[in-house]
C-alpha cells in the first residue's frame, strides 16, 4: 500500500531538494537487499558497503528515504527514558540494560558525525522531563534515585529555575539529565544518504507490495519490478506489522507535531531569550516542547492509533488546533497564528518497551520497534543488524541482546482496542500537560 504523508515538515522542508531520485522499474538481482531507509536502513546499508565492497547492495524506501519518522521526530538523541517503570534491583538491572543501549546509540550517531564531518545542529544541552503538577514532583523524586544509583548526572529544578531557563512559568516541577542531546533530524538524515558507499543502489517510492522466500533466496514484488536477494534486512519500523514481520510483537502509533515560524527579536525577549532547549512529558501522553536553535517552537501532543498510511489535511488541521492551545499554554504573549507548519508521523512500539533485534532465519533479519528513541538506536541496530547478518559478533551485539525481548500482543480487534482505551486512559491523566 502506498504510503502518503503531508508536506509540511519544517524539519524536511529546511533542506535542499533533492535531484536523481530513482524508482524501481526493473527486476533486480542481489546480495543483500534492505526495506526501508530510515537510520536503521540507511545506517545498515552503510555499514554493508564497507563490509563488502565488491557486492550488490540495494536500499528500497517506500517513500523518499528518510523522510518518515527519521525526519519526523523531535531531534532527541536520549540518553534515559522515564516512563519505563523500573524500581525493584531486578527492574533497576534491566533500566541499565535499555539505558546502555541508549550510550551506544548515542556513540553510534557520534562517530558517523565525526567521520563525515556532519552539521546537524548538534546540542549536548541534556533535556527537561517537566510537568506543571506540583505532585508529580514525586514521580520525578524517585526517578532521580533511580538516575543516582546509575550515576547519570542530573538535577531537579523548581518553577523558578524553570522560568529562567524555559521561558515559560507553565512549569513548576523538572528533572534536568546532561547526557541528552538535541539535534536537527533531518540534516542528520540527510547526510547518512549522501554518504552511502557507491555500491549501495537507493530506489525511493518504491512500495513493496508482497514478499516469500523460496529455497535459499527471498523474492519482494512491487509495482514495476521485483528483487530477488540472498539476503534481506527489514528496516521499516512502523510499518514492520503491516508487511507480516513480527506482526504480533509490534504495533504503530501515529504522533502529529506542529512548528513556528522563528520569534521576532521581540518575541524572543518576552520569553527571557533562553537557549535552545527540549522538554519531555513526566506523565506519558503529555507535551514534547523544543525551543530550536534558531528560535522555533516545536510542540507534539497527539498520540492514537490511527491509519498509518495516510492523513488528511482536514484531521491534520484539527489537531494542529491542539498544539496551537498548548503553545498558547505555555507563552500566552506569543500571538495565535504563530504556528507555520504541521506533520503527521509514525513510531513503533511494544508492549514493554523493548526494541525488535532479530535473525528469523538465515536469509532474513529484522531491527526496528524504538518507541520513540530511533534517533541514536536506530543507527546503533542499523549497523549492528548488518554485522549479525554477516555472521560476525559485537560487543554492541551482546548488550543490545541482553536486554529483555518484546512480549507478545494480542490479534486485532483486540489490541487495537486496547491501545486505544490505554490511550485515552493516559490522554486523561495528562489533559492538564497536553
Given at each position: 500500500?502506498?504510503?502518503?504523508?503531508?508536506?509540511?515538515?519544517?524539519?524536511?522542508?529546511?533542506?535542499?531538494?533533492?535531484?536523481?531520485?530513482?524508482?524501481?522499474?526493473?527486476?533486480?538481482?542481489?546480495e543483500w537487499l534492505i526495506i526501508g531507509a530510515g537510520y536503521t536502513g540507511l545506517s545498515a546499508a552503510r555499514k554493508l558497503g564497507q563490509l563488502y565492497p565488491n557486492q550488490k547492495i540495494l536500499l528500497v524506501d517506500a517513500q523518499l528515504a528518510g523522510e518518515g519518522a527519521s525526519s519526523r521526530n523531535s531531534?532527541?538523541?536520549?540518553?534515559?527514558?522515564?516512563?519505563?517503570?523500573?524500581?525493584?534491583?531486578?527492574?533497576?538491572?534491566?533500566?541499565?540494560?535499555?539505558?546502555?543501549?541508549?550510550?551506544?546509540?548515542?556513540?553510534?550517531?557520534?562517530?558517523?558525525?565525526?567521520?563525515?564531518?556532519?552539521?546537524?545542529?548538534?546540542?549536548?544541552?541534556?533535556?527537561?522531563?517537566?510537568?506543571?503538577?506540583?505532585?508529580?514532583?514525586?514521580?520525578?523524586?524517585?526517578?532521580?534515585?533511580?538516575?543516582?544509583?546509575?550515576?547519570?548526572?542530573?538535577?531537579?529544578?523548581?518553577?523558578?529555575?524553570?522560568?529562567?531557563?524555559?521561558?515559560?512559568?507553565?512549569?513548576?516541577?523538572?528533572?534536568?539529565?546532561?547526557?541528552?542531546?538535541?539535534?536537527?533530524?533531518?540534516?542528520?538524515?540527510?547526510?547518512?544518504?549522501?554518504?552511502?558507499?557507491?555500491?549501495?543502489?537507493?530506489?525511493?517510492?518504491?512500495?513493496?507490495?508482497?514478499?516469500?522466500?523460496?529455497?535459499?533466496?527471498?523474492?519482494?514484488?512491487f509495482k514495476n519490478g521485483s528483487i530477488k536477494t540472498k539476503k534481506i534486512i527489514f528496516a521499516t519500523n512502523g510499518f514492520l506489522k503491516s508487511i507480516g514481520i513480527k506482526s504480533n510483537y509490534n504495533f504503530p502509533i501515529t504522533l502529529t507535531a506542529s512548528m513556528t515560524r522563528s520569534l521576532s527579536?521581540?518575541?524572543?525577549?518576552?520569553?527571557?531569550?533562553?537557549?535552545?532547549?527540549?522538554?519531555?512529558?513526566?506523565?506519558?501522553?503529555?507535551?514534547?516542547?523544543?525551543?530550536?536553535?534558531?528560535?522555533?517552537?516545536?510542540?507534539?501532543?497527539?498520540?492514537?492509533?490511527?491509519?498509518?498510511?495516510?492523513?488528511?489535511?482536514?484531521?491534520?488541521?484539527?489537531?494542529?488546533?491542539?498544539?496551537?492551545?498548548?503553545?498558547?499554554?505555555?507563552?500566552?504573549?506569543?500571538?495565535?497564528?504563530?504556528?507555520?507548519?504541521?506533520?503527521?508521523?509514525?513510531?513503533?512500539?511494544?508492549?514493554?518497551?523493548?526494541?525488535?533485534?532479530?535473525?528469523?532465519?538465515?536469509?532474513?533479519?529484522?531491527?526496528?520497534?524504538?518507541?520513540?528513541?530511533?534517533?541514536?538506536?536506530?543507527?546503533?541496530?542499523?549497523?549492528?543488524?548488518?554485522?549479525?547478518?554477516?555472521?560476525?559478533?559485537?560487543?554492541?551485539?551482546?548488550?543490545?541482546?541482553?536486554?529483555?525481548?518484546?512480549?507478545?500482543?494480542?490479534?486485532?480487534?483486540?489490541?487495537?482496542?486496547?491501545?486505544?482505551?490505554?490511550?485515552?486512559?493516559?490522554?486523561?491523566?495528562?489533559?492538564?500537560?497536553?
Amino acid at each position: 500500500m502506498q504510503i502518503v504523508n503531508d508536506d509540511k515538515c519544517s524539519w524536511i522542508n529546511d533542506l535542499n531538494t533533492r535531484s536523481n531520485i530513482k524508482n524501481l522499474e526493473k527486476n533486480e538481482y542481489c546480495e543483500w537487499l534492505i526495506i526501508g531507509a530510515g537510520y536503521t536502513g540507511l545506517s545498515a546499508a552503510r555499514k554493508l558497503g564497507q563490509l563488502y565492497p565488491n557486492q550488490k547492495i540495494l536500499l528500497v524506501d517506500a517513500q523518499l528515504a528518510g523522510e518518515g519518522a527519521s525526519s519526523r521526530n523531535s531531534g532527541y538523541l536520549v540518553d534515559t527514558t522515564l516512563n519505563d517503570g523500573f524500581t525493584s534491583n531486578k527492574e533497576l538491572d534491566n533500566y541499565k540494560k535499555k539505558a546502555d543501549i541508549y550510550r551506544l546509540g548515542i556513540d553510534s550517531v557520534k562517530r558517523f558525525i565525526k567521520e563525515y564531518q556532519v552539521d546537524c545542529d548538534w546540542n549536548e544541552c541534556g533535556k527537561y522531563f517537566a510537568s506543571s503538577k506540583q505532585e508529580d514532583k514525586k514521580i520525578l523524586e524517585n526517578f532521580s534515585d533511580t538516575l543516582s544509583k546509575l550515576g547519570f548526572e542530573h538535577n531537579l529544578l523548581s518553577n523558578k529555575e524553570l522560568k529562567k531557563k524555559l521561558g515559560t512559568n507553565f512549569y513548576n516541577t523538572a528533572l534536568h539529565t546532561k547526557g541528552g542531546i538535541l539535534l536537527h533530524p533531518g540534516k542528520l538524515v540527510r547526510a547518512m544518504i549522501d554518504t552511502l558507499p557507491d555500491n549501495v543502489c537507493l530506489y525511493e517510492n518504491s512500495s513493496l507490495l508482497s514478499w516469500k522466500k523460496v529455497n535459499n533466496k527471498v523474492i519482494c514484488n512491487f509495482k514495476n519490478g521485483s528483487i530477488k536477494t540472498k539476503k534481506i534486512i527489514f528496516a521499516t519500523n512502523g510499518f514492520l506489522k503491516s508487511i507480516g514481520i513480527k506482526s504480533n510483537y509490534n504495533f504503530p502509533i501515529t504522533l502529529t507535531a506542529s512548528m513556528t515560524r522563528s520569534l521576532s527579536y521581540k518575541e524572543f525577549v518576552s520569553l527571557g531569550e533562553p537557549k535552545e532547549w527540549g522538554v519531555l512529558p513526566v506523565r506519558p501522553m503529555g507535551a514534547t516542547i523544543r525551543m530550536t536553535k534558531d528560535r522555533r517552537i516545536l510542540i507534539r501532543n497527539t498520540a492514537e492509533v490511527y491509519n498509518p498510511y495516510q492523513m488528511s489535511k482536514s484531521e491534520l488541521y484539527k489537531r494542529s488546533l491542539k498544539q496551537r492551545l498548548g503553545i498558547k499554554k505555555r507563552f500566552p504573549q506569543l500571538p495565535d497564528d504563530i504556528i507555520q507548519s504541521s506533520w503527521s508521523g509514525i513510531v513503533s512500539r511494544t508492549r514493554n518497551s523493548s526494541q525488535i533485534f532479530e535473525k528469523i532465519n538465515d536469509n532474513i533479519y529484522v531491527a526496528g520497534c524504538y518507541n520513540g528513541s530511533g534517533i541514536g538506536v536506530g543507527t546503533l541496530f542499523g549497523e549492528q543488524i548488518a554485522i549479525k547478518a554477516s555472521n560476525e559478533n559485537t560487543k554492541e551485539i551482546e548488550t543490545i541482546e541482553a536486554r529483555i525481548k518484546p512480549t507478545w500482543l494480542p490479534p486485532d480487534p483486540f489490541l487495537s482496542l486496547g491501545v486505544k482505551a490505554r490511550l485515552i486512559y493516559e490522554r486523561f491523566r495528562a489533559s492538564s500537560e497536553i
